[in-house]
């Protein structure tokens, strides 16, 4: 059996042991894996009839290679956002040029398959968020056997209570906030903390619970600006060194706004988020002639080496994944769900991403995490 890797979307913590724990489960029985490099990309830009590409784009995997990988943060095969279903007309590798016409959107899906077919791939184990697993779907649909590892520090795919990179995020959310701390005590400010956070803001609330953030913005509930203020001038007085900090999620909206989006948008459909954590600092800092202090996390979350739970989850994904693949149990996706190693149909992938259970875990009037009951919840309270 010959089983093809990948990852896809932006880098977590976790992705490398993941890679080299399947390299050497897979090899332990007497199989092959080769790894896709940069994502859906490495399908859609390889040329079969070109040796020189090939050897770009796939590379073979056996415990030698990956022996250090793990050692490091980020993915050593490197990443794109690519979607060979829909590829835009600048986008498109010269050597296929002649088969598309017009401005597209072009898929390219054929050409991906034919490229599995050359490589002698039998099974494909694509890492990654609802975007990159969508695609895995359509790789599942296509006839290719599947099997995906959800990866995503906002931990907010479907099927799934856990998602590799969310650990190490609000650990470093965390860390980056209490350092904050001091310098907005000592100059007696109001701390701006922008997190990522497109559509769920779990990551944003699950750091400020454990950070005993005084207040937390997520997408889930617009907010109102004059409020957040009132709430932040409140907490200001009534601590002692005299300052106050707030969560936000990249994605979170003022009440009657929009995302803060910029640039053209991926082939997931997706544009560029950030932006609001400062426009909020800008509007706190207008309404009350309060100093802020504005920072913007973001790739400080996912960068570096892995905690110890996303590199115990990495690695018994990555093992129950190959374990999955070498039994030809395929088109499923591996998953915890209660606090137990599962799996679940891959088809869960393209029913949309999570979002924080408002009613359960967040006090809207007061922008704030609210965790009253945990018993029987799951560790991640999901």
Known sequence: MRIGILTGG????????????VVN??????HEVVGIRRGWGGLLNTNPDDPASVADHLITLDPGVVRKVDRSGGTFL????????????VDVPDFLADSVSGDGPHDLTAHALKVIEHAGIDVLIPIGGDDTLSYGLRMHQEGVPTIAIPKTMDNDVNGTDYCIGFSTAVTRGV????NLRTSTGSHERIAVVELFGRYSGETSLIT?????????????????????????????????SNYSMVTISEGATLAGGAMMLTGEADAYGHRKLGGIGQLTGELIKER???????????????????????????TNYAVMAADL????????????RNGSYSSVPISVTGEGVKRVDVDELYDAPHYRPTVRHVRGKPMFLY
């Open 10 to 21: 932006g880098d977590v913590p976790g992705l490398n042991p993941c890679i080299k724990a």
């Open 25 to 30: 489960r897979v090899h332990e029985e007497g």
């Open 78 to 89: 490197h990443s794109s956002r690519t979607n060979p279903g829909r590829v835009s007309a």
């Open 175 to 178: 860390e980056f906030i209490h």
């Open 208 to 240: 400020a619970y454990l950070a005993g953030v005084d207040r937390a913005l997520i997408p889930e509930v617009p907010f109102d600006i004059d409020r957040v203020c009132e709430l932040l001038m409140a907490d200001k007085a009534k601590n002692p």
């Open 288 to 314: 009350t002639g309060e100093g802020i202090v504005y920072q913007q996390v973001g790739y400080l979350m996912r960068s570096g080496s892995p905690d110890s739970l996303d590199l115990m989850v990495a």
């Open 325 to 336: 693949a070498l039994d030809g149990s395929t088109g499923r996706m591996v998953a915890l």
